[in-house]
């Protein structure tokens, strides 16, 4: 015993390897630099939409600008016009001004759907940690509850929650949609919480004392609140092309506020006459979500691609 | 005659993010005959499982050859194709890797499994090699070998699947075997069977083999040639005796240190009697626990039944026992994150609440736990200052500059530089993670220091250290240590009294000079003599005894009645120790041996 003691007390040169990785960092692609270009685009819109708006979403554009000059013409035809001068991207079945109603809508649109996503977080996580941390009955409870609710198609759920509720408004919207996804994070944010309730330094935190309140949020959300963000913003997706489906059915925004869904859905009968009024507003949808989609993406690789094995559920 | 192997001037980088390369292997050269083992050794980290992948033509996802050749009989493997590499992988060069539980698919049969490689191969037919499969399990001395086949992984015990992956990738008759580190995770009992099924059978079929270890003693027994890395590099190369008997380079000489001497009366380190006091620091009575609902004190499934265990101040108490005997469950119930069943924990005399959240915080403060694997349980999203700061805040109520005082503190008690403060865990090695691990135990300045198998999952050079410092904070602190493994030169190197461990009983317990030294309970005398000595032709003398004939890699079974060792010990006697439960024999100096034998029969 002696001899090895002291030989190993010699330093001999030889430190410990070091075998710590260099810290992660979200490598942003190509994809997802024009992702986050086109992201930060609409948020701008969100905010300044209605101030470079050139005419008021509501505006049935009068007769007289779209009479050209110098030709004898009393009553030319307003809708479905073609992108011009006067109308940038054309106008729209009754004659308003597509690219302002666009620019309105921005607002309606994201605005509800990223209140809605935060609503359903709130709902979702507080509900999903509560069945993690909580007794065995309190997890059972809330995840049948939970089962149940996504059970339910949700554009059925809305329809049958909107027809109760008699048309209602904004507010309302949002909280249907808010609860709706709450389901889908609650059972996210469950997985994730009780992966990691059961790691050592949680039970490091309990071996100390620590009460349940201290536990979720210095040692719980810290460690999932990177596979929260992925999540988040995929829901928020599915929350726009669902408050889209919604306005689309005519159960949504409604008129004459503007809203992409429900642009699609008034402009679909121009299709028939040349017009691509519809695929405006349609573009516009598409440009988010798929922009989202692929920041989403880099943040998932950076995380090491386990998430979305575990967000198809 | 040429070698089977040749490696010549390999050289392996790393590309990073940046397109930089970072060379991993850096020029190593060495050859494996026909019928010759050579072992790789080093840490981690220092390119061992690189540069034996590469015997297969194979690199890590990220790693790249830069430079050299590996040539098989003569044929470069680097430079092979996909369709050249089908037919070397587990045709020619077979793997076979750590852990075999992991490997194995829990839902087809062994015989499926063992026979796969070479029936797609083409090797031979299905029915050829079940007659191969089965010829192998004879000679790896597996139970049962016409049925074995039949059965599923999980019906047989974990020494024997790491055989069964050795009939896997022989069943083929590979011309080379590369071994990945097949025994670290396996209990010493394990071990030997284990090496000694790897090593008969490899003379047997005469096939080469590669061995990656980073444990010098089991290199000792198995390996002709043995190449010392370091970093990369090639640091020592040469037969077994001459590397293990004469080490000419330094690293060696520090690897052949951080090996543990065999377990002997006389290691452990002295106590100063002035720490005692009335009171053990901590006390077990009559301990049952277990896991499952509790009826009428019973658990579902009992670990641990009528443990006694008693820590006196400043001293240090090692328990030892293979995996599953109830080791890190003592550790559990006195921690308080396992309620007893039946019995009670007291600390200084009095007694604590059986669950956590029922005991007062000062209470908690005294009793520490070390977890295992510091890997897991720091948590990655804090700093290491608050790693640290937490316990002291929380138990000691230090706040600001006070705080940041003692956190600096800490880190240079358990060696480690003061800027680590601001580091994250993945920022930091094994061992100084490990260290982390102790300072924050230490923050609470307790009473008593739980320490649950805290350097198994650290490598030998790595380990020695943590133990030097364990040392060095007993004298410097004076606190209790707990200290659990299943390594019993570990605990004979540091522990002042031994507590044996056999499926859930106390079987024997005393000072460590006292368990080490004869009159020795059976199951001692076998763990002591599996472990691994660092010489040469250690494993063919060992494998002579009795004990280890008799005692060696059977299913440890808890039982109701009767010595739970019956099955598997040497001098059982029928009829008596499978019927009646074994008295508690005390002999001098509080040395207590639970058996039917005689001390008359002991001292044999």
Redesign the interface.
């Known amino acids: 015993?002696s001899d090895?003691?002291n030989?190993?007390?010699k330093p001999?040169?030889?430190d410990?390897?070091?075998?710590?990785?260099?810290?992660r960092k979200i490598?942003l692609s190509w994809p997802g630099k024009i992702g986050i270009a086109i992201v930060l685009f609409w948020s701008v819109i969100v905010v300044i939409g209605p101030t470079i708006a050139p005419y008021h979403e509501a505006d049935i554009l009068d007769e007289v600008l779209f009479i050209v000059p110098g030709s004898d013409e009393m009553y030319p035809d307003t809708d479905f016009q073609p992108p011009s001068k006067i109308v940038y991207l054309g106008s729209d079945y009754i004659g308003r001004d597509l690219l302002s109603r666009i620019l309105y809508g921005a607002r309606t649109t994201i605005g509800i759907s990223v209140l809605a996503t935060l609503l359903a977080y709130l709902i979702g996580v507080t509900a999903g940690i509560a069945a993690a941390v909580g007794s065995r009955y309190l997890d059972m409870g809330l995840s049948r509850v939970n089962d149940a609710l996504l059970s339910i198609p949700s554009i059925m759920f809305a329809l049958v929650l909107i027809a109760a509720l008699d048309s209602p408004g904004l507010a309302w919207l949002i909280v249907i949609a808010g609860f709706i996804y709450a389901a889908s994070v609650f059972r996210i944010s469950r997985s994730l919480g009780q992966e990691v309730m059961v790691?050592?330094?949680v039970?490091?935190a309990?071996?100390?004392?620590?009460g349940l309140w201290w536990i979720i949020t210095?040692?719980i959300l810290?460690?999932i609140a990177m596979p929260l963000a992925t999540d988040f913003g995929l829901r928020f997706v599915w929350v726009i092309l669902f408050i889209s489906s919604l306005s689309f059915l005519g159960l949504g925004v409604q008129p004459p506020t503007s809203d992409w869904g429900s642009m699609v859905k008034e402009n679909l009968p121009g299709l028939v006459l040349g017009s691509y009024a519809c695929l405006m507003p349609a573009f516009a949808i598409a440009s988010l979500t798929i922009s989202v989609n692929m920041i989403v993406d880099d943040i998932s690789a950076a995380a090491g691609g386990k998430l979305a094995t575990k967000m198809i559920s | 005659m040429s070698a089977l192997l040749e490696v010549d001037n390999l050289r392996i980088s790393a590309r990073n993010d940046d397109d930089d390369l970072t060379p991993i292997v850096k020029g190593v050269s060495f050859n494996v005959a026909r019928g010759e083992v050579v072992a790789l050794i080093g840490e981690s980290g220092s390119g061992k499982t690189t540069i034996a992948l590469s015997s297969l033509g194979y690199t890590k996802p990220g790693l790249e050859f830069v430079g050299g050749e590996v040539r098989l009989e003569g044929e470069d493997v680097i430079t092979m194709g996909a369709d050249q590499l089908r037919g070397l992988r587990g045709q020619r060069v077979a793997y076979l890797a750590q852990s075999a539980a992991a490997t194995f698919n829990p839902a087809l049969t062994i015989g499926e499994q063992v026979t796969e490689t070479c029936v797609l191969h083409g090797i031979l037919t299905q029915k050829q090699a079940d007659e191969r499969a089965e010829f192998l399990y004879r000679a790896l001395e597996l139970p049962d070998p016409d049925l074995l086949g039949k059965r599923y992984p999980h019906q047989v015990s974990g020494g024997q699947l790491q055989r069964l992956m050795a009939a896997t990738a022989l069943c083929g008759k590979p011309d080379l075997l590369v071994l990945d580190e097949p025994t670290t995770a396996l209990d010493v009992t394990t071990q030997i069977e284990v090496l000694k099924a790897f090593k008969s059978v490899i003379k047997q079929e005469g096939s080469a083999a590669i061995y990656v270890t980073h444990d010098l003693s089991v290199v000792a027994q198995i390996a002709d040639h043995i190449v010392v890395l370091y970093a990369g590099e090639t640091q020592e190369y040469g037969s077994a005796e001459q590397v293990v008997s004469h080490p000419g380079h330094d690293y060696t000489r520090r690897l052949m240190h951080a090996v543990r001497p065999p377990p002997a009366a006389g290691q452990g380190d002295e106590t100063s009697e002035g720490h005692h006091r009335m009171a053990p620091a901590l006390e077990v009575k009559d301990l049952v626990a277990g896991y499952g609902k509790v009826k009428d004190g019973k658990p579902a499934i009992t670990v641990l039944r009528d443990v006694n265990v008693s820590i006196e101040r400043g001293h240090s108490v090692g328990v030892i026992g293979e995996s599953g005997c109830g080791k890190s469950t003592l550790a559990r119930v006195m921690a308080g994150l396992l309620p007893a069943a039946q019995g009670e924990v007291l600390l200084d005399g009095e007694p604590l609440k059986p669950a956590l959240q029922q005991r007062s915080r000062s209470e908690l403060q005294k009793v520490q736990f070390v977890f295992q694997m510091a890997d897991t349980a720091l948590n990655p999203r804090q700093r290491i200052d608050h790693i640290l700061g937490r316990p002291l805040e929380f138990y000691l109520g230090l706040k600001g500059k006070e705080k940041r005082r003692r956190v600096g503190e800490l880190l240079e008690m358990v060696e480690l530089p003061q800027e680590f403060a601001g580091r994250y865990p993945e920022e930091l090695s094994g061992g100084q993670k490990q260290r982390v691990n102790l300072a924050r135990a230490l923050a609470a300045s307790p009473e008593v220091l739980l320490c649950d198998e805290v350097i198994s999952a650290l490598d030998s050079i790595v380990g020695a250290n943590v133990i030097e410092l364990l040392k060095k904070l007993r004298k410097q602190t004076g606190v209790s240590f707990v200290f659990i493994s299943h390594d019993l030169s570990t605990v004979a190197s540091f522990a002042d009294e031994i507590i044996v461990l056999y499926a859930g009983r106390v079987v024997e317990k005393g000072t460590t000079d006292a368990v080490l030294s004869p009159p020795y309970h059976p199951y001692t005398r076998l763990l002591i003599s599996s472990v691994p000595e660092l010489r040469v032709g250690w494993l063919e003398e060992t494998m002579q005894t009795q004990e280890a004939q008799a005692g060696i890699d059977r299913v440890v079974t808890l039982t109701d009645k009767g010595c739970p060792f019956f099955d598997r010990c040497p001098r059982a006697i029928k009829d008596t120790c499978d019927q009646e439960t074994p008295p508690v024999r005390m002999l001098s100096g509080g040395h207590a041996i639970e058996c039917h034998l005689g001390e008359a029969e002991f001292a044999q």
Do not use: T
Not at chain 1, 206 to 210: C, L, Q
């Open positions: 015993m090895h003691a030989n190993s007390d001999l040169g030889f410990e390897l070091p075998d710590a990785p260099p810290k490598k790691s050592d330094f039970e490091a309990r071996v100390r004392g620590e210095r040692e810290p460690n």
